[in-house]
DNA sequence: TTGTAAGCGTTATCAT
DNA sequence: ATGATAACGCTTACAA
């Protein structure tokens, strides 16, 4: 007498690890059919009270991790969302990770992540293996991509969103701060206080439509002034404290000198302040030194630094709360435009007379 | 005619999204079989140059994305490593991530992130996890883990690696500094400038075997002069740069002093310079301030900090080749145990004359 | 070199 | 409420 189950190790043998329990195995000592253990784990109260509890002590007793890969095949749903950061190391991605990480755990989800070193093409061979691995959900940052990464995405109904940055136009796919909006208004900020020489220490806006937009948002309240940043005057290249302080110091080469110092980063604004007290300016007396994002140590260190915050983990909070609406086809109500406010604190200040 | 492949979409039709283009259908646009179109992709050399060139142009024209559950089912294999850090936002641990992630890489191997908070229970859930999600390994932090953890991972036959952490003792499973041994170097160092009363600030101890260890070098070098850290002169928490200033705050309740504060992390060093300099002090004149870690921040302060300098990056770039190597069999022959270089800048120098 | 078909460990349909 | 069994999309003996 053979039984259907008999089937089983018949030929294969593969190379790969020996195979440990399964469901299989558990439904034999528990005496059910295979069905049941899978209600057990997935639909428990369609199972009478005796069998659920008979299965979960055997599943505990034989101590089963049910197969993913398996399970996955069958659903078509890995319960895994993918990332793709340009970097890791930068601290407000590391804390929308840690967001993003801690909002899908919620839900029993996982984040699969990515790198894509700032450059397009790696973004899109990043996002091409996250489908490949079985994603449900793709985050990505900035919303410019490799021209062919949304058609991957849609072709394999892969639901995704655009962090750390927003416009209306693209309500509904963006989850992040206005940049433009943003730098606008710390640029408004700094005239109001009476300046009209400004500096800019940015990072490179390439493959950083961030960057690029908050460039924008200066340059649009300057304009509306009619002023305008002087070539000397705008420098820009990667963004560690390091390169502020040398990119601080270039900007500084001949006078007159700008009244204001707007930062591209939190990185490059702690640089650009270290740099001007090594040079022995007064900030703000002297200068006014700002920056974008707000790491802790802008707020510690002996001349406080004004910045717009963002609330990083906030970003990825809502990201995964937006994707796992859309996975299960939901709309979401909450709002997808991340504050960016402006945080003014001892570095920043009226121009010198005269 | 009802060929074998008339079988599929007999019955089932579930709620999952619409399936796409799979290796069936490229074997039937190419008119070869199955088997082929899976050569093609994993062993190429074993198909003759036109199939070949055939399978992959029908690959590009329908997009397809091959299948990774499928795959994993059948190979028994994801391709997929899997991390557990105690938080993300730590500097070393980013760091790590990075290393690690560019590592995987190169093998065409992706990383699976979770993240314990310092909870060894959390720890294990996440493990468990890991190990359903299909992880060929993983890696973890530091060697105390929740007791049922190691037969978790052996049952399931996960090789792992315990990072941050190296001693003689446990060659071959961990990677990472002799954190007992770089503070025992550090405090020795200070000891020979001519310091005799040490201050702690620390970071808590709990479910943190690597800073316990780092405790240990410091007392063991103290106990072999004779010497030893007054309880007043120990203070510990959390690990913010503000942290880090309210508890050197609380080290200099009373006096004497003590001419030498050796701190647990880069946050914490940094808020005790920054709050040494609110309070007045003269570093290193008045008093010297040592950490562990190395973060940019540190260097660029006015008075750049002495340090330990562990390459992060590198721990997880090796802890990434050695669980390959112990994937694929192989013994691995580079050392385990990272460097941990004292960094001597300015803010270490001999104690106060009397 | 290429094809056939069993099998990977689940879920889900259908019948009971 | 439970059981039998056909998918899920791929890899890999084994046969040709």
């Given at each position: ?25 558990v ?10 253990v ?10 009478s ?17 049910p ?24 601290g ?44 449900d ?19 394999n109904h ?16 963006c ?6 909006k ?9 005239i109001?206080?009476g ?69 591209g ?45 963002v609330?990083s ?7 995964a ?22 945080i ?5 200040g ?5």
């Amino acid at each position: 007498m053979s039984s259907p189950r008999d089937k089983r190790r018949t030929k294969t043998a593969s190379p790969a690890p020996a195979r440990s329990v399964g469901l299989r195995d558990v439904a034999r000592v528990a005496g059910v059919s295979t069905a049941t253990v899978s209600r057990v784990i997935n639909s428990p109260d369609t199972v009478s009270e005796e069998l659920r509890a008979r299965v979960n002590s055997v599943v505990r007793h034989l101590g089963w991790v049910p197969h993913g890969a398996a399970r996955a095949l069958a659903t078509r749903r890995t319960q895994t969302i993918g990332a793709v950061f340009p970097t890791l190391t930068h601290g407000d991605f590391a804390r929308a990770i840690q967001g993003l990480q801690n909002e899908l755990s919620k839900s029993g989800r996982t984040l699969l992540l990515a790198c894509s070193e700032y450059s397009p093409e790696q973004e899109y061979e990043q996002v091409r293996m996250l489908i490949e691995r079985g994603v449900d959900a793709v985050l990505l940052v900035g919303e410019a991509h490799h021209r062919d990464l949304s058609e991957l995405l849609e072709k394999n109904h892969i639901p995704y969103v655009n962090t750390f940055v927003y416009n209306a136009a693209s309500h509904g796919t963006c989850v992040g701060p206005d940049n433009r909006k943003a730098l606008y208004e710390l640029t408004r900020y700094l005239i109001e206080l009476g300046h009209r020489r400004f500096g800019v220490v940015a990072q490179t806006t390439e493959n950083n439509d961030r960057a690029a937009a908050r460039m924008r948002g200066i340059r649009e309240a300057l304009a509306e002034k009619g002023l305008a940043i002087e070539p000397r005057h705008f420098v820009h290249g990667f963004w560690t404290i390091q390169e502020g302080r040398n990119l601080f110091r270039r900007l500084l080469q001949d006078k007159p000198w700008p009244t204001a110092v707007i930062c591209g980063n939190a990185y490059l604004t702690v640089g650009a302040l270290l740099e001007s007290q090594a040079m022995g300016i007064a900030v703000p007396g002297q200068m006014s030194i700002v920056g974008y994002d707000d790491i802790e140590i802008m707020a510690e260190l002996p001349i406080p630094l004004t910045t717009v915050r963002v609330l990083s983990d906030e970003v990825g909070r809502r990201a995964a709360r937006l994707l796992i609406a859309k996975l299960e086809g939901r709309e979401i109500d909450e709002s997808l435009e991340c504050a960016a406010e402006i945080i003014v604190r001892q570095s920043s200040g009226p121009p010198p007379k005269g």
